[in-house]
RNA sequence: UGGGGUGUCGUCAAGCGGUAAGACACAAGCCUUUGGAGCUUGCAUUCGGAGGUUCGAAUCCUCCCACCCCAGCCA
């Protein structure tokens, strides 16, 4: 009773499957649940500051973090680590649950925000002064850089730093109170202005901002540096392994520091590689320059490498995780190569979309002995790779739109699509053939007349001749308009920053806008977000964001594989 | 010239002293009513380099080379 399909196509993953593949990361922590460390708890966390949209960067960076913790049956938290008022939103705060929520992952309510700490971690500071580990410096900002030596040179210690814990508990208290100005004074840590890691010369905990605060508003101007909110607030959530770029790996001592000398919860932190990928850049501030100068429509534009570029381009949550999943987690930096992202995408869009026709360049073609007046519906299949899509019907009649690249007049070797008496099948219909060009004064094809083979109704015939080529195509009395975009790379370069000014390596080809496609009726009723396989095209999902009632838009979200561009490229 | 990292196929990436996984890409072929999908096959005598230890090294040791990160009161 196997279906053919059945037997011979099993356990092809559908995309969403993980592969569980080892890394580094997952041996340590196997090692630790063994020995049964933090009591076998695994707790991980993502912490975005909520300075800009998230990228697919930031997507590898929440598979590692929340994958691990599901695979080992642990939890994870969302931390948005708003420590500088100064750049922070609120509004990106959403867009990011947003995005994480879209992947697929559920931060339950372990929803939390560094700035819920702000108490606690006055309090972790009073307790570090106290000590004598902390001390209120008076230099500026330049004395401060000044005094902290170079890469290799020692620093020197600040005149302030042997002040007595009386007087430091009070300024420090003073500057809680606003009684400074921005700028004039610094927690810092008192560690060692000679060491070799600079991380570790006296680095500053709090700095004075007379600045709102999207969740505190007004309540402090004095805000904690990233070092000193980080760890105490992995800390604080009782985080086991907290899993972080690379760039932070000499910052692992003073992470480390801090929690030592507060004698509190110690996480471990663990760095692994960022993500690159070719032809974009994968950094928020980059990022929102593209937004803010213009060259892009927003954080969503479907060039964007952002969880929302993305989505509103057509690219699936499980697609994504499959590639992060595909990539691997090391220490080394890569450049991972789009078309690994791009065939994961197919692989899952393969299975699921349901295929549809759509012209996006109309040449006319009249079929000169099929009846006039005459309407037949084909039963189209609605995806071969998927019975319960189900079929729907296609009208045909005498005059059609075929692709005006499917057409040559004077064909190359191996172009098996229409041309002069060549014959060619329309995909659920008929074999027609070529009988007639007819050109404007400009020599520009206007059209084709051409014959049908009734026989072929269906796409054979009874004597069984081979028709190698299969066009896609549409009636035209029946044909609906769209709008159709198509992307390309967002920069020139492979890695746009190696130029002064990456902008420059903008791809001003990045975006093309077909208007006058033609698309089967059956894709007029096409809502913000259904996702289809235009034939032979590509993949398209309807645009949320510039369709309208009468104006369908599509994204390409990414072309099929095209054998033949290949073949001809080569010729 | 200080500190911290990293160097295995075009691109990712396994390998954890026993004689180079896998994926993408690429190439060839099969199949095909999408030149899609699918299937088959091929693709590192070699692991940044040079020495050394060992019966045996990508894996251990030594030295060297290259690349990345760090001198924000950003994260």
């Not at 381009?313 to 090391?330: L, M, N």
């Not at 004077?410 to 060549?422: D, H, V």
């Not at 035209?476 to 020139?492: N, Q, S």
Request: with cysteine; charged share 30%; net charge negative.
């Amino acid at each position: 009773m196997a279906h053919e399909n059945d037997d011979s196509k099993p356990a092809k993953a559908n995309g969403t499957e993980t592969e569980a593949s080892s890394h580094f990361i997952k041996e340590i922590i196997e090692k630790e649940v063994a020995e049964n460390k933090n009591d076998g708890r695994v707790h991980t966390r993502f912490p975005p500051e909520p300075n800009g949209f998230l990228h697919i960067g930031h997507a590898k960076a929440i598979c590692v973090n929340y994958g691990l913790a599901e695979e080992f049956g642990g939890k994870y938290n969302l931390r948005f680590d708003d420590t500088n008022p100064a750049k922070e939103e609120t509004a990106y705060v959403e867009a990011i649950m947003r995005d994480i929520r879209w992947l697929g992952f559920d931060w339950e309510d372990r929803l939390f925000y560094a700035s819920d700490y702000f108490d606690q971690l006055y309090e972790f500071a009073i307790r570090l002064t106290k000590d004598g580990k902390a001390y209120v410096d008076d230099l500026t900002a330049d004395e401060i850089r000044e005094y902290r030596g170079t890469l290799t040179a020692p620093g020197k210690d600040s005149p302030y730093r042997n002040r007595s814990i009386a007087e430091n508990l009070d300024l420090f208290e003073r500057m809680k109170a606003g009684e400074f100005p921005d700028g004039s004074r610094v927690l810092r840590a008192k560690i060692d202005m000679a060491a070799p890691n600079l991380n570790m010369r006296d680095p500053v905990m709090y700095r004075i901002l007379h600045a709102e605060h999207h969740r505190t508003g007004n309540k402090w101007c004095i805000y904690p540096m990233y070092d000193w909110a980080h760890g105490q607030s992995d800390s604080i959530e009782g985080i086991t392994h907290s899993l972080c770029d690379i760039s932070f790996e000499d910052h692992r001592p003073l992470y480390d520091w801090f929690i030592d000398q507060l004698g509190i919860h110690h996480p471990r932190q663990i760095e692994f590689a960022r993500l690159n990928i070719g032809y974009t850049v994968l950094s928020k501030r980059r990022l929102i320059q593209l937004v803010k100068e213009g060259f892009v429509s927003g954080w969503d534009d479907p060039r964007m490498p952002t969880l929302s570029g993305l989505r509103r381009r057509g690219y699936t949550p499980e697609a994504i995780r499959t590639f992060c999943d595909r990539i691997g987690v090391a220490k080394r930096e890569s450049m991972v190569d789009i078309a690994l992202l791009e065939y994961c995408l197919r692989e899952d869009l393969n299975i699921r979309a349901r295929r549809m026709m759509a012209v996006l360049d109309p040449l006319k073609v009249i079929i000169d002995n099929y009846p006039e007046g005459q309407v037949e519906q084909f039963e189209a299949i609605n995806n071969p790779e998927d019975e319960s899509a189900g079929t729907r019907m296609i009208p045909f009649s005498r005059e059609i739109y075929i692709e005006r690249e499917d057409f040559l007049e004077n064909p190359p070797k191996k172009f098996f699509r229409l041309a002069p008496g060549q014959e060619v099948r329309l995909k659920h219909a008929y074999y027609i053939t070529c009988a007639r060009v007819v050109k404007d004064e400009n020599g520009r094809i206007v059209e084709l007349h051409c014959t049908y083979d009734p026989e072929s109704r269906g796409g054979g015939t009874p004597d069984g001749r081979r028709v190698k080529g299969t066009l896609h195509w549409v009636s035209a009395a029946h044909a609906r308009d769209a709008e159709v975009r198509l992307y390309d790379r967002l920069f020139t370069r492979e890695n746009p920053l190696e130029d002064e000014d990456f902008k420059a390596n903008f791809n001003a080809g990045s975006l093309t806008a077909i208007r006058g496609c033609k698309v089967e009726p059956a894709l007029a009723d096409a809502q913000p977000g259904e996702f289809f396989q235009f034939l032979r095209q590509g993949y398209f999902c309807v645009d949320s964001v510039d369709t309208t009632e009468n104006k369908p838009v599509f994204n390409r979200t990414v072309s099929l594989k095209d054998t033949w561009a290949k073949i001809a490229g080569k010729q």
